[in-house]
């Protein structure tokens, strides 16, 4: 558990906001076109250093937050699981249920 603290942490400090595909059918009308709005709920980050990968996705309602974190370190066990929590001021403080492969 010691171990999976600062993993986490270095994990989520060096991930990296993915690019979201967004598309709308509606061309005729510049306006809507002009004023799309951003889902600011749903956000994805991905930090990947040498052989070391680790994916995050957040759904974020108001406070409370869920999403998934699944990350595979060279040589160690992947490991893949759920995150909920909420979210104070710039930090998140949440729960990883998770499962490790090879145990």
């Known amino acids: 558990m010691k171990k999976l603290i600062p993993t986490l942490s270095i994990a989520v400090c060096l991930m990296a906001a993915c690019q979201s595909k967004n598309t709308d059918s509606d061309a005729g009308d510049s306006t809507s076109a002009n004023s799309k ?5 749903k956000q994805c980050y991905q930090s ?3 052989r070391d990968t680790a994916n995050l996705s ?3 309602e108001d406070e409370k937050v869920t999403g ?5 370190l060279f040589e160690k066990d992947k490991n893949n699981g759920v995150i909920s929590g909420i979210v104070k001021g710039d930090t998140i403080i949440a729960d990883y249920t998770f499962q490790s492969e090879g145990t």
Not at 37 to 41: A, F, K, L, T, V
Not at 68 to 72: I, R
């Open 48 to 50: 990947i250093k040498n």
């Open 58 to 60: 957040l759904n974020m």
């Open 37 to 41: 709005e951003i889902d600011q709920s």
């Open 68 to 72: 998934s974190l699944s990350y595979n």
